[in-house]
């Protein structure tokens, strides 16, 4: 079923045949090195930007268009991801890996050199078409060089550049931000992303490809669109637009049209996009849905945390990334123990249902949180959040690499990763438009006119602000944040319940690698491949 095949390079045949110490070539560790430093770029990215953004508006004016240097880098990054995909499922993983690195330093330099907003956005969409083929293409260069099987070990060090990226990005943005400038949180990429195309270029060595099909350009097109459009609405509604208003039911026309129409044409294209058929896999469809489902919860977790306990438990902005350390780090040592265990003993399912199990549980007791809950009481919450995470993370990206062919490594790695992506994105507004509603109801019944002024400003509102409001003011407004939160993440554990009955249905079927000799194939179609069907050993 693989379309891979060894070279002179390669390591024995019996190397492949997965060593019972589970070892992997010293080469093979210095790409994955590499490649956790190009994940650790595109992650890291938008958390040290965040940081800067006052001092850019402040540099750079544009303050109207502030919003936009966030969206332009996640529109570019969601659209391209599907293409990025295929393009290395096509003509080889490693050129299109290289290129979309080489993309995301151009960005990163340009934004640097940006002299207005305007310029900063337009190189911030390159930076994010970048970006969109880095966490592609490590995904799946790793899903062609580790079998699943062994693959498991890994996730605890991809949930740990995940983790530093969202505890560090804000320490290291205000550092550099105010010791060498705001220009240096992009120019920092440079030298991160030397290193890991040096690395990769030097080490990495896969077979070429040469695809006789053309890119499927009209599917491409209409994706985009598609893509670019949901985005739009997630992240316009109910700030830019009213969400019944002209704008966003156009933008919901055009992307509903443009899916319509991007599925048709996957079914009639010689070389589609995202191919239909990976969806005939019950397993690849289930992982699809519980990534969604975990994007929703996680960054919408990730916005609102910081923003209750700096505005209720009076804790500090400054360390904001701190705020979740129980959460990530639960998210970190669950997923490196879920790793060890599946390569291991070659099972998984149990860690998808445990995983919908925590989720829900978790969500639901950061739900009762109020303006009494301790600071140890929320961490301990967070933390069982982080648990359910850590068990479906790294688990859905490689249930799902393993129930297709190699052949669409990509687009398997790609589609996994932009269903994430737009969980994300329907998470942060969904949720947000949720909590912005009852945080302003909360302060008009409490505080009148006052509160109803404070409410519009609530994204502003930090400890020392706070401080300085009337106490009844005060009052109302942590009352309405905790009414907010409260709200917003029993909706979560609502959409959670919908992960935890997908995971009763994954099929488990045997992880390539597991069974050397033998070729499994599901009667749904889940294909478990021996170890062979990994890609040239580097």
């Not at 598609?226 to 109910?238: D, H, P, R, Y």
Request: glycine content about 12%; overall charge neutral.
């Amino acid at each position: 079923m693989s379309e891979v095949k060894s070279t002179a390079d390669a390591v024995p045949e019996s190397a492949q045949d997965a060593p019972p110490e589970g070892k992997q070539p010293r080469s093979v560790r210095v790409v994955l090195l590499a490649l956790m430093i190009a994940m650790l770029l595109a992650m890291l990215d938008n958390m040290i930007v965040g940081t800067a953004m006052p001092t850019i508006v402040g540099e750079l004016g544009g303050l109207e268009h502030l919003s936009w240097v966030v969206t332009a880098y996640t529109l570019a990054t969601a659209a391209s991801t599907p293409i990025w995909g295929k393009i290395g499922d096509m003509y080889g993983r490693k050129g299109s890996f290289l290129t979309s690195i080489v993309i995301f330093l151009i960005g990163s330099a340009l934004s640097g050199m940006a002299q207005d907003m305007g310029q900063l956005i337009g190189f911030r969409a390159i930076q994010g078409l970048g970006a969109g083929g880095l966490m592609v293409g490590v995904m799946a260069i790793i899903g062609d060089l580790i079998p699943p099987r062994e693959r498991g070990k890994y996730q605890g060090m991809m949930a740990g550049v995940m983790a530093l990226a969202m505890i560090g990005g804000p320490l290291v943005g205000g550092t550099i931000t105010d010791h060498l400038g705001w220009r240096w949180s992009f120019y920092i990429n440079l030298p991160l992303g030397a290193v890991a195309l040096v690395m990769v270029t030097a080490v990495l060595h896969l077979p070429k490809k040469r695809s006789k099909g053309r890119i499927d350009y009209l599917g491409a097109a209409l994706l985009t669109i598609g893509i670019t459009s949901i985005v739009l609405v997630t992240t316009w509604g109910g700030s830019e637009y009213a969400w019944d208003s002209a704008m966003i039911m156009e933008l919901i026309g055009i992307g509903v049209a443009s899916l319509i129409g991007f599925v048709i044409v996957q079914t009639k294209a010689a070389e589609p996009i995202m191919p239909l058929h990976i969806f005939r896999s019950r397993n690849f469809t289930l992982m699809s849905i519980i990534g969604f489902i975990t994007g929703f919860v996680m960054f919408g977790a990730v916005l609102f945390l910081p923003l209750y306990q700096q505005s209720v438990q009076g804790a500090s902005a400054t360390n904001s990334g701190l705020l979740l350390l129980p959460m990530l780090l639960a998210m970190m040592v669950v997923s490196l123990i879920a790793g060890r265990v599946t390569t291991n003993s070659g099972r998984y399912k149990i860690f998808p249902i445990v995983g919908g199990v925590l989720l829900v549980a978790g969500l639901f007791l950061l739900a009762q949180m109020d303006t009494g809950t301790s600071r140890f009481t929320s961490g301990v919450y967070m933390a069982v959040l982080g648990a359910g995470m850590g068990c479906l993370m790294q688990i859905t990206m490689l249930v799902a690499q393993n129930s297709v062919e190699m052949k669409d490594m990509g687009v398997a790695s790609s589609s996994t990763t932009l269903f994430r992506t737009l969980g994300s994105s329907f998470g942060v507004a969904i949720m947000g438009a949720l909590f912005n509603s009852r945080v302003k109801d909360v302060m008009a019944e409490r505080a009148g006119q006052l509160g109803g002024n404070v409410a519009e400003k609530s994204a502003q509102l930090d400890a020392a602000s706070l401080a300085k409001l009337p106490v009844p003011v005060r009052e109302a407004y942590q009352f309405a944040v905790s009414a907010g939160t409260h709200s917003a993440f029993l909706l979560g554990a609502i959409i959670a319940v919908a992960a935890l009955v997908a995971a009763f249905f994954v099929k488990e079927v045997p992880l390539r690698g597991a069974a050397p000799t033998k070729q499994a194939e599901g009667a749904d179609g889940d294909s478990a491949l021996d170890g062979k069907a990994v890609a040239e050993a580097v």
